[in-house]
């Protein structure tokens, strides 16, 4: 099969199959259950990092398993065409927690770190919302106050993937005065005296805990601050670029399985006498969802080469993701539509992804955020 862009070359296809093959006997067989029970085995973090899944994407010399952009987004997409985003969400926390380390953090830090986290050893989550906002970043409250060699973290971040379980936090807080030039990044280990943290409930991936976090005067090194004080704001923004690159390769992947599902679907179930897929409106319908996935491939695909290649493509990103959003929910939707009533009922992977395809459309800035952004890089915002 003809590779999809030129930036997948015969190594890359080779990995997509390996990861394919770690899904279907990882992942596939119990996930399911394990969604419904709201669990996540903390053992399939360690199995990933042995198979090399979690290092897709980061530097060798850290215990990545290379391959920069092309593999992150590539190890995303696979994971989500299971279906299952709550186990992908769970696993993938580190594709925004680990890089501002890596970018930012000194080297004793790195090499502390990334290896454990890689390996599946330790896990790590990124905490930047709070209950105030998450969408106005500049504006957050959590504080961090020099105190000698120590700072000291007041505050309370939610809506955190992994934010539970998490060993290590890459922590947003304010050091400095008002708005954007008084924020830093902070590493918070997760046993530190002062933190208290509860498990939301909610619509969907839960798999995924999704974590309310207080900080109660908890006293950090601090050696565990990431690159400038009052100088965190931009490694924040960097890191949204690359998380949303790796939610619209997420998008991709999801809505593959929704359309997989109902090409299925439309081939075994009849009505009138004939199968879903001789109906010329399904036939359609189908057409209308392969059209969408194709879309945002070449989106995404032109994207990871140009910033490969060292464009920062902020406006295209932010496109990129409000226009993945909406055409997932739709391709969702239509799968769903396309089971009928089996498509509402629990155990089909279209319902599941139906139920969750809001998530992303928020989560990592919402669409309305992102076409804001999209707006003042294009040249002509008011
Ligand atoms: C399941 C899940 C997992 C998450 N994981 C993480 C995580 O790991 N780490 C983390 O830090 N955060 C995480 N988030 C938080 C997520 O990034 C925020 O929910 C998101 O940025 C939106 O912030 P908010 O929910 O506070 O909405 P708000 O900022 O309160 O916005 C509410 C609504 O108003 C709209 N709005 C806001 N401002 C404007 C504007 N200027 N113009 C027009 N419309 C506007 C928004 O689009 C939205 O529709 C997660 C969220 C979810 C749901």
Redesign the pocket.
Known sequence: MAARHPIYDADSETIREQIRRFCAREIEPHAEAWEEEGIFPRELYAKAGAAGILGLGFPEEYGGAGGGITYYCLVREELARTGFAGVR?GLM?LG??LPPILKLGSEEMKRRIAPEVLSGEKIS?????????????ANLRTTARREGDEYIVNGE???????VRADYMTV?VRTGGPGMAGISLLVVEGDRPGISRTN?K?S??WT?D??HIHFDDVRVPASNLLGEENGGFKGIMNNFNLERLGIAASLIGSSRCCYEEAVRYAHERRTFGKLLAEHQVVRHKLVDMATGIQAMEGMLDNLVWRVTGGETCIAEIAMLKSFCGATHERIASEAVQIFGGAGIIRGHKVERIFRESK?LS????????M??LASRHLGWSA
């Open positions: 969400v926390g925004i927690a989550a990124l905490a930047i919302s709070e209950p105030e906002g998450g969408s106005d970043v971040k939610t809506f955190i993937s992994s934010g947003a939301l909610k969907g991936w995924s999704t974590g998530i928020i989560g990592g800035g919402s669409s309305e955020v076409k804001d």
